[in-house]
């Protein structure tokens, strides 16, 4: 069989985005590199949003937003984003890009395959593929196994899945300027749902039928709110260019504990999205980053000490997630209220600074204390006894 250093199991953002900072570390010319995956990434299969003040990745963002709008049934609010910018990046954009970079590199192979099992086998991994086996010094796993989670209670699973249409239409409805971060002012049906808009001209526009909850639904209903509530804007025709269709898992599970000396999770499969928005591509930028420095310290010697077993962080925003999943859970039709009380008058900035875990304690509590302060001291108590 053949031997590699590193192996990673699935090509999907974060296993990417590590390659991605390992080559630009310069610091492992030297290992040899297999990714795997049954998906090619030759198609605009997703888009990524994101807020940023910072020019990530600014070469391949397809449109940004200097405001955004949050709503509901009785009120509308513009916020106004400074300093940062609220940003797309189409995912097929990103795949070239990285697929461009590490073509460069002879080290670092793409293998077309589908992996059907991997284990560790003492100081060496085994990576079997529908063709063929490989061994290796370290695995990468970014394939989500579900039942990770839904074989367990501890730790709630909400869904944030979606339908979206990238449409053209007749009347000049939207701002280009201005996105739609969430309007809850469609009927949430015991639900969190809401419509997220994303205008790239004022007659073209992405918008995404959305819900945090336990339960998909079927493609019909997503449709035809879609539907009705390009209806409501006053456009009579249009044309859908394009459609997606998306689930992202939020749950604080502890995924880092299934980790090994040897084999590490990430992603989806490693609790990287953001539990409790379903944001993955500014966490999995600093997670990979935070994972190829954690690299770099252990093979900085001939004799490399990497154990994937203490690469993990569980801290202020992990528990503040919890409590927000654990209401959701049971009373998942709070969702709207608990967003709405953030946005009405909370300041937009600290509110996006929180939501990147990026602010200190008094930061957090002018966004935490806006916050419906009864149902979060009681999913705290609840939650002691359960961790």
């Known amino acids: 069989m053949q031997h590699f250093d590193y192996i990673f199991t699935g090509s999907g953002l974060s296993a990417l985005m590590t390659i991605y900072e390992m080559v630009l570390s310069g610091k492992f010319k030297d290992k040899s590199i297999l990714l795997i995956d049954e998906n090619a990434k030759k198609v605009n299969d997703r888009t990524w949003c994101f807020w940023d003040e910072d020019n990530l990745f600014e070469e391949i963002v397809s449109k940004k937003w200097n405001q955004a709008i949050f709503a509901n049934e009785k ?25 461009k970079k590490i073509a460069e590199h002879k080290n670092i192979h793409f293998l077309n395959q589908k992996v059907v099992d991997f284990t560790e086998l003492g100081n060496h991994c085994i990576v079997k593929t529908e063709q063929e086996s490989f061994t290796c010094n370290k695995i990468f796993n970014s394939i989500y196994n579900p039942k990770v989670v839904t074989t367990q209670t501890k730790f709630p699973l909400i869904h944030q899945h979606f339908v979206g249409w990238f449409i053209k239409s007749k009347e000049d409805v939207f701002t280009p300027n201005c996105a739609t971060f969430m309007d809850f002012s469609v009927e949430q049906k015991g639900n969190t749902r809401f419509m997220y808009v994303l205008p790239t001209s004022e007659n073209e526009a992405l918008l995404e039928y959305t819900l945090f909850s336990k339960n998909l639904l079927p493609k019909e209903e997503y449709e035809a709110e879609i539907q009705k509530y390009i209806e409501n804007l006053g456009i009579t025709e249009y044309e859908v260019i394009e459609k997606e269709q998306g689930n992202i898992p939020m749950t604080c599970y502890p995924f880092w504990k299934h980790n090994t000396k040897n084999i590490i999770n990430i992603g989806s499969a490693g609790g990287w999205t953001k539990a409790s928005t379903g944001y ?72 996006f600074k929180f939501l990147d875990e990026e602010t200190s304690f008094l930061e957090d509590l002018q966004v935490i204390w806006r916050c419906p302060k009864i149902l979060f001291v009681k999913a705290l108590f609840g939650r002691m006894f359960h961790l």
């Open 280 to 351: 993955t591509f500014k966490n999995a930028y600093k997670k990979s980053k935070a994972l190829v420095e954690f690299l770099e310290k252990n093979i900085s010697t001939s004799l490399d000490k990497t154990d994937f077993k203490r690469f993990h962080k569980k801290d202020k925003f992990w528990f503040y997630d919890l409590l927000l999943l654990d209401i959701l859970s049971s009373k998942n039709e709070l969702g709207s209220k608990i967003f709405s009380s953030m946005f009405k008058e909370g300041n937009s900035t600290v509110i």
């Open 75 to 99: 009120f509308n609010r513009v916020l106004e984003l400074t300093p940062y910018q609220y940003k797309k990046i189409n995912g097929l954009d990103f795949y070239e890009l990285v697929f």
